[in-house]
Structure formats: C-alpha cells, structure tokens
C-alpha cells in the first residue's frame, strides 16, 4: 500500500483542520479524506469560539414528508417544499448580477456576522480582484446561520445558535461593493439531523445509527426527507437574497471499508452512490428551477482525474450536467506523493492545479450541457512549505493556464493572502509576486509545465 501520513500535531495545526488521515481500506485502497470534511474541522473550532456581532438593518424571517413543509397552498399543490421566506426584491435585497469571472473567498459564519471580520474582508476585496464571497448558511455542524422559517430546521434545533444577525442587511451592503453572494449549504454531514430524527441517518447493521470511526453520524444520501430539507434552506436562502445556492458534502461517508462494511443505506433500491447523488441534484434543480437561481455542487479534487468513483458517489460524468458549476476542491496539500509523478504535490501547487483542472476540463468537454468549472485553490498551509503569496498566485495562475478564469478560495478561518490577489488597477511594476513551479520560487513571465501524456492518470488516485 502506498501511504504518507502527516503527524498528528502538524494535522491539528493546520489552521484548515485537514480532518482524519484515511485507513487502508481491506483491499488495500486508500480511502479518502473529505476536504470539506478536512476544512470544516477548524472552521468548527473557529466557529466555537467567536461571537457573532450585529449587522444594523432589518432582520425578516426569512410531496413532501411531514415535519419538513412550511409552505402555502400554492406550492403545496404542485408538491414543493416552501418556507415562510420572501423574495429578495420583497427583502429589499436587490437582484446580484454574475460577474463575468468568479473571483471568491469563502466566510464562515462566524465571520460573515462579525462587523470587524467581515468589513476587513469587503475592504480586501474592494482592493482587489476578489469580487465574490461563499457564505455558510448551514455548515457541517448542522446549525443555519440566521434565523429560520424552515420548520425542519427548527424541529432540530438548527435555529438554536445564531451567528449571522441582519443577513438581509448584510446582502445590501454586499451588493452595493458590488460582491456577488453565493450560499454555501451542507448537505449529508448534519449531526444535527441525525441526532434529531435518526431514521434519516446512515444505520448500523447491528442497529441504530451507524457511527463513523471519528464519533461522526451521517444522514442517508438515499432519504428524499433528507432532500426536500435542505431544498427548503436553499429556497429561502434564495428567497432572502443570494445569487446562488453551492451544495456542499454531497457525498457518501469516506471511510474505510472496515467501517463501511456495518453501514447501511436504506432506499438505495439498486442505485450506485453516484446515482444517488445525481438524482438529488437533479431533483433539487426541478423543485428550485422557479427561481433561476443557479445550483452548484462542490467534490473532491479526485473527482476530476479518477476514472471511477471512490467510494463517496462523485463520478465526474455522473455529477457534471446536474448542476450550474462544478467546483473540484484542488487542494495541493490533500494529495498523496506521486500524484502526476509528482513526489511532493504540495510543493508544486503550480503543476498540480494545472493538470487536475486539464483532466476536468477535457471530461466536461464530453458531456453534453456541461457544467462551468471553477475550482476551489488552497490558501492555507498544511506541510512545508508554508503557503503565501507564491503558491496562491501559483494555483490561480495555473487554472488560468488551463483555461479556467475563475476560482475561489479557501482558508477556514477567513484569513486570506492578499498579497497573491491582483490590484483593482493591476499590477505596478515588480508588484506581482515570485509564484512556485518546479518546487522553486521564479516570475510568473517564467512560468512552463512539462509536457505528460495525455491519457496519464494520476498516481493512487490522486487525494488522500
């Protein structure tokens, strides 16, 4: 078996919270870790310790199983779930215009309703070419962000702890800087949920909820319960205001097979993980398809080179005409030694990127009504070396060279690399950074890949 493992101190460390390191499963493949799992870790010890501070503005409330619905006759009759949400223009939220290219950070909530973080952050992104922000409206540990109508969520208890107060208010503010919003939204990693109606979790074959070997329960991909909950949240997410709905860990558990072998999925009635992940897509774009309010779906960086899926439902060809964007999270840092025969990926952010979004780029070119693909980009450090100026602008320069414009960021906490994002005027002379290539710092005018074959498939896999 081929394996590199971090030290356990480095991992908890990491500012990003780069989650488990995987087992071998019984055959002897590595199972992969969830980079949205990975990053959640810290942004839930961020999320544990920061008060949210009020944003001054108005704060509005904002087929299907019972306990779910909250919605009037009207879409009652035509089966979809509804809440008691308005639209935006009924909010006082004005409609966003898409920017021509995505040029994002992603806020937790706790930075999204902390007046200092966030002005911090509208203030970066006015100096910069930041010109969109990803916030969590329900993250990994089930709460929604600001008071809700969705009675599912307060039938749990997701209502009970609010971090982002005056969210219509905030999205003003976000549309007069000219900063497109888009909600981020968890989907199958909800202990909330879980805990509260555990029919709808994963189960154990000796009985109960299945628990993972981290203490983590899961709801099943399979519950169209599970479904219609979080298309309600998207709903009046779009209803208060955001330009877009990102659907975030719809994915199966990446476990080994030791600990899979006790999970059940009821309802699977034949289907591939896979399928059921497309059909969730797919159903959730038809009960929303009347707000023209664009879906997108994020996956593991593998998704974009492993020819199969790994085990968490996340076959590219599966995935990539269910949604509006498909957003591969490129992480140099998750991938194992040997990766397009590179002996430490996370040094060469440059060649990483580069090639995972070539190979997405040429399997959407084969699909009909492919989705846009924007990759999320590391701005954190997990391992030497430590990421700055030079491995950010790396990555972003590399998606470029592949031919994809946009992108977005990550770093748990909100802390971003500015000095790796162009001016709004532009570059001054000798302003832009040295990025790394070839495992070295150079000009980005420097910049060359050497050429691989074509068809090459990434080493292992790719992520661990």
């Not at 989650?19 to 980079?35: F, I, K, N, R």
Request: hydrophobic share 40%; net charge negative; glycine share 10%.
């Amino acid at each position: 078996m081929r394996a590199f493992l971090l030290p356990w101190a480095l991992v908890a460390l990491a500012l990003t919270g780069c989650g488990e390191v995987p087992a071998a499963d019984e055959a002897g493949a590595e199972a992969l870790p969830a980079a949205a799992a990975i990053e959640e870790a810290s942004d839930e010890a961020e999320e544990s310790s920061q008060p949210a501070e009020e944003l001054s503005g108005s704060e509005d409330e904002p087929s299907q199983p019972a306990g779910v619905s909250s919605k009037p006759a009207a879409a009652e009759a035509e089966g979809r779930e509804e809440t008691t949400g308005r639209s935006g223009p009924e909010t006082g939220v004005p409609p966003f215009e898409r920017p021509e290219h995505i040029r994002g950070i992603y806020l937790n909530a706790w930075a999204s309703g902390s007046r200092a973080r966030r002005e911090a952050l509208i203030e970066m992104a006015g100096r910069t070419e930041v010109n969109t922000f990803v916030i969590d409206v329900k993250d990994a540990t089930g709460f929604v962000s600001y008071e809700t109508g969705v009675e599912m969520a307060r039938q749990v208890g997701a209502d009970q702890e609010l971090r982002i107060h005056g969210m219509e208010a905030l999205l003003r503010r976000l549309h007069d800087e000219g900063i497109y919003p888009i909600a981020r939204i968890v989907v199958f990693k909800d202990h909330l949920l879980a805990r509260e109606r555990p029919d709808l979790a994963v189960q154990d074959s000796a009985g109960g909820p299945w628990v993972d070997g981290n203490g983590e329960v899961w709801v099943n991909p399979y519950a169209q319960e599970v479904w219609a909950y979080h298309v309600a949240l998207a709903r009046e997410a779009a209803e208060l205001g955001f330009a877009e709905i990102q659907w975030d860990y719809i994915r199966f558990p990446d476990r080994p097979a030791s600990e899979l072998g006790r999970a059940v999925f009821p309802g699977a009635d034949g289907r591939t993980r896979s399928q059921a992940i497309r059909d969730f897509l797919t159903w959730s774009r038809d009960e929303l398809s009347d707000l023209d309010v664009p879906l997108t779906g994020d996956v593991f960086g593998v998704a974009a080179s492993s020819s199969r899926d790994v085990g968490i439902g996340q076959l590219w060809e599966d995935l990539v005409d269910a949604v509006d964007v498909i957003l591969p999270m490129i992480y140099p840092s998750h991938y194992w030694p040997g990766s397009f025969g590179i002996d430490d990926p996370n040094a060469h952010p440059y060649e990483v990127v580069k090639r995972s979004l070539e190979y997405a780029v040429r399997r959407s070119e084969a699909v009909e009504g492919a989705a846009r693909v924007i990759p999320w980009l590391q701005d954190f450090t997990l391992g030497p070396p430590r990421y700055g100026a030079p491995e950010v602008r790396a990555q972003i320069l590399a998606a470029a060279d592949a031919g994809v414009h946009e992108w977005i960021l990550w770093n748990a906490s909100g802390r971003y690399t500015e000095e790796a994002l162009e001016p709004t005027g532009g570059w001054a002379e000798g302003q832009e950074p040295l990025i790394r290539v070839g495992g070295r710092l150079i000009p980005s005018a420097e910049r060359s890949l050497p050429a691989q074959e074509a068809d090459a498939e990434p080493v292992g896999e790719g992520w661990r």
